[in-house]
Structure formats: structure tokens, C-alpha cells
């Protein structure tokens, strides 16, 4: 049995990714600072004998050498994540996600662990109109989150070149689905959206709502992580997407229709920081991971509103 260690794992991709990989046959260990996760993301997990759950910071180099003793494959998710938190306060998402990756990527190398798939973001595209997105166009990372997520995926495919462990970086495209943080200034979209809708509020554009993104269900990224792990592309980073992309408008009119309500939006000024349009290219991942998505997103737009419902 293949041991795993999930950093990030009382998050929402953290904790979803840690219960597929057990469902997998992994053995598998989860490490949180519960700064942003939620220990009732953990429920299920705790009680089985197979996830170990060990509470201390990615940048605790003595910690992580502990913690990765006999560990064959690290998916590290941990992250201080949104752009406006990182235009607020710049400082906490570059120590927690450079310096944590620095360390997570170091101390893997010395324990010997094969593989280390890191979650990497489409931000760093920036605001670039030519779409779909491909691998190979230049990154414009344009707040501190997007350049703390370049420095990431950089870090770990330079240490595939210098080092004798395989790295793979994963361009999440607005990974969306149960679990996710709905509270808070920082919440994301669609569960922010959902929260308000079903409480009969109006949610709150920025900008005229024609925005696009390639709002990609968690179960995609999850096979996209098991299959970077597993296969044979160290050095290497791809896109994880539907290929699609949906406007801000549009999510707003599938969710009335969901929730069967008939709120309108308010509508206020774009943010510093927010791109314009985000649509995955997903044809390299597809070729050399074998990667296809699973579940589209009115599927799991209607699973994640049965969710929080």
C-alpha cells in the first residue's frame, strides 16, 4: 500500500482529494494549521484507521521531516488562497505559500518521497485576452496570490531538474463543489452566490457580469492529482479545466433556476486583481495524463447547491 501525505487536508480540495485517495487503496496522511481549514471538513476521516491527521504548520521544517518518514507521494494543496485577501495582507499568502512550498519541497527530496504534485492556479496567466489558456504561453501573474502560485509551480519543476524526486505542477481553473468555504470577505463565488440565494439575498457582481470563468467541479481535480502522481510527466505542469467557460451572469441565472428563486445581482466595481476571462486549454493534460473530465458543470453546479441545500 502507497502512503500519501495531503497538505492542506482540512481544506476543500484537501479534504475532498484525502477521501478519493483512500477510496484508491492509499494509505494517507493529512496536515493542517487550520488557518483557513475546517475540522468539520474531517469528520469521516478522523474515524478511519487508514488517514493519520497531523496538526502542525508546512513551514515546520523539524515537523515535516517527521511527518514524511516512509510517505511515497505528496499532494500539496495547503495555501493561503484569493487574490483580494492577498492584495490586503500580501506578506501572510507570500510566507505561507512560497516559504511553505520551499519547505514542503525540500524535505520531501531528503525523505526519499517519489513524487510531489503541487496545486498551482490559472491566475497565473493573468488577464491575457487570447483564450482557451495553453501551457505554453507567457505567465503575467498580476496580485501576490497569482505570483505566489507562479513561484510554486517553478520551484517544484526546477527541483525535478536539480533534484532526484518527480514534481508535477496543476493549474486549477476555479475548482468549485461541497465543502467549500462559503463565509467570509474571501469566500469564493459560487458558494458565496449560493449561501446568499438560498437566504434570499442578493449577491454581489464586480463589474457587468460578463466575466467568464472555466469553473471546473472538484471531482476533475482530484483525477487530475491521482493521475499526475501516477504517471510518468515529472517536470512538468498542466491545466486542469472543463475546456469551457461560463459568464458570472449566467452562473447567477442557472443558480436561480436551481434554487427556483428570481433574485437579480447587484452589480459594483471590478477588483483589483480579477481577470477578465479564464478557459483552460486542457489538450496537453488529456495527451500525457490521460486526463478527461468526469462531471460537467451544470452536474456539478446542481451537486454542489444539493450540498449546502
Known amino acids: 500500500m502507497s502512503t500519501a501525505l495531503v497538505t492542506g487536508a482540512a481544506g476543500f480540495i484537501g479534504s475532498n482529494l ?18 483557513t481549514g475546517r475540522g468539520n471538513n474531517l469528520k469521516a476521516l478522523r474515524s478511519r484507521d487508514d488517514f493519520i491527521l497531523h496538526e502542525t504548520d508546512i513551514r515546520d521544517d523539524a515537523a515535516m521531516k517527521d ?13 493561503v488562497p484569493s487574490v483580494p485577501r ?18 514542503v519541497l525540500n ?13 498551482s492556479s490559472s491566475s497565473v ?32 519543476l526546477q527541483f525535478s531538474d536539480l533534484y ?3 514534481t508535477v505542477a496543476l493549474r486549477y481553473f476555479n475548482i468549485f463543489g461541497p465543502r467549500q468555504d462559503q463565509e467570509g470577505d474571501y469566500a469564493a463565488v459560487i458558494p458565496k452566490f449560493i449561501q446568499l440565494m438560498l437566504h434570499d439575498e442578493r449577491p454581489v457582481i464586480y463589474g457587468d457580469g460578463e466575466q467568464s470563468r472555466d469553473f471546473t467541479y472538484i471531482d476533475n481535480a482530484i483525477q487530475a492529482n491521482v493521475l499526475a502522481a501516477e504517471g510518468d510527466v515529472s517536470g512538468e505542469a498542466f491545466n486542469v479545466g472543463t475546456g ?7 452562473l447567477v441565472e442557472m443558480l436561480n433556476e436551481l434554487l427556483e428563486t428570481d433574485i437579480e445581482p447587484i452589480y459594483d ?41
Open 107 to 119: 524535505t520531501a527530496r531528503h525523505a526519499n518521497v517519489d513524487t510531489v504534485v503541487v496545486a
Open 18 to 35: 484525502s477521501d478519493a485517495l483512500l477510496e484508491c487503496g492509499y494509505s494517507v496522511r493529512g496536515i493542517d494549521n487550520f488557518t
Open 164 to 166: 532526484d524526486i518527480n
Open 67 to 79: 511527518v514524511l518518514e516512509g510517505v511515497d507521494y505528496v499532494f500539496h494543496q495547503a495555501a
Open 125 to 156: 496567466y493573468g488577464s491575457s485576452e487570447e483564450l482557451p489558456k495553453t501551457e505554453t504561453m507567457s505567465e503575467v501573474p498580476e496580485s501576490p496570490y497569482a505570483l505566489s502560485k507562479y513561484f510554486t509551480e517553478k520551484l517544484a
Open 86 to 103: 492577498s492584495i490586503d495582507d500580501p506578506v501572510t499568502t507570500t510566507d505561507a505559500n512560497c516559504t511553505g512550498t520551499a519547505t
Open 244 to 250: 469551457g467557460r461560463i459568464t458570472v451572469n449566467e
Open 269 to 309: 466595481d471590478p477588483r483589483p486583481g480579477d481577470v477578465r476571462h479564464s478557459h483552460a486549454d486542457i489538450s496537453k493534460a488529456t495527451e500525457l495524463l490521460g486526463y478527461k473530465p468526469e462531471v460537467g458543470f451544470e452536474e456539478g453546479l446542481k451537486q454542489t447547491v444539493e450540498y449546502y441545500e
